[in-house]
């Protein structure tokens, strides 16, 4: 009687995460996910079992496709093979039967947000389309925004929100000014950050990309050096993107933006049910 459950779960950062877990068993001869196969992996237990976990980061934009477990064990001298099929739809399908009313909103705007950015950036997938409109049925997430300053003032050349691959905000500093001394913080909480070049004109400038939690997505970000101070808040980008000419017009941009707004509200109710 030889049994083999893999889990599953969905790590809901501004990058969407989908987790593994593999049963760690003298059983189990090899396994792949994704068609790779992983040595040394992270353990984890779970009710009292121990597994492998596997991390399949997916952008927005791929994040409905398929993720399929292929693993291979041995029972009575003979090798078995088996294949699970898993994906966010299908997971997001499983709350909605099984899960609390905020745990289903969570998800269905979360899959609200993924088809908005197959839309967005020209993924011609109308199958994974498709398996988003079966979970959502006419689900239609409202988006309303939330209070937030909109300061971008002192200490900073400008600000820009990346939306491709994982959602983050790039502070661009000021000409010849590094990223040594500065600190962002959301809810009073340091956030990490890494530093890049970008390039105007003929000018380059130093910026530091922060990568938030799905909930602080629309938190107030506040930052310093010791000697300026100022904050963003996503409302400041959506503001631009509503009024600006060159922006304004792109429907598909602005409702990506609303859906991944939607989505972090989404998330900051779901942490603050769930908070002890």
């Known amino acids: 009687d030889l049994k083999f ?21 003298e059983y189990l001869k090899s396994f792949t996910v994704d068609g790779n196969s992983y ?31 292929k693993a291979t064990v041995t029972a009575d001298g003979k090798d078995y093979t088996g294949t699970w099929t898993m994906s966010i739809p299908k997971y997001a399908q499983k709350i909605i039967a099984t899960g609390s009313e905020v745990e289903k909103t969570l ?6 947000y993924i088809k908005a950015a197959y839309v967005y950036f020209g993924k011609e997938d109308s199958e994974a389309i498709a398996k988003i409109d079966a979970v959502l049925g006419d689900y239609n997430s409202t ?5 937030g300053n909109t300061n ?15 959602p983050a905000i790039r502070f661009v500093l000021p000409e010849g000014v590094s990223a040594e001394g ?9 956030l990490d950050y890494t530093t890049g070049t970008y390039t105007e004109g003929e000018k380059t400038y130093t ?57 972090a509200r989404s998330a900051e109710s779901y942490r603050a049910s769930v908070a002890d």
């Open 207 to 263: 910026y530091a990309e922060v990568k938030l939690f799905a909930y602080q997505l629309i938190d107030e970000i506040e930052y310093t050096d010791g000697t300026y101070s100022g904050s963003y808040h996503i409302n400041s980008y959506y503001d631009f993107i509503t009024t600006d000419e060159e922006y304004k017009s792109n429907a598909n941009l602005i409702t990506l933006v609303e859906k991944l707004y939607t989505y």
């Open 143 to 147: 988006f309303a925004k939330v209070a």
């Open 182 to 190: 500065y600190t962002f913080t959301a809810g009073g909480k340091k």
């Open 39 to 69: 040595t040394d992996l992270e353990t984890v237990t779970l009710d009292g079992k121990e597994y492998y976990l596997v991390k399949i980061a997916l952008p927005a934009a791929e994040a409905a496709r398929d993720i399929v477990l």
């Open 107 to 112: 998800v269905k705007d979360v899959l609200a």
């Open 5 to 25: 459950t893999p889990k599953s779960s969905i790590t809901l950062g501004s990058e969407l995460v989908y987790n593994v877990y593999v049963p760690v068993a």
């Open 152 to 166: 971008t003032a002192e200490g900073l050349k400008s600000v820009i929100i990346v939306l491709e691959e994982s």
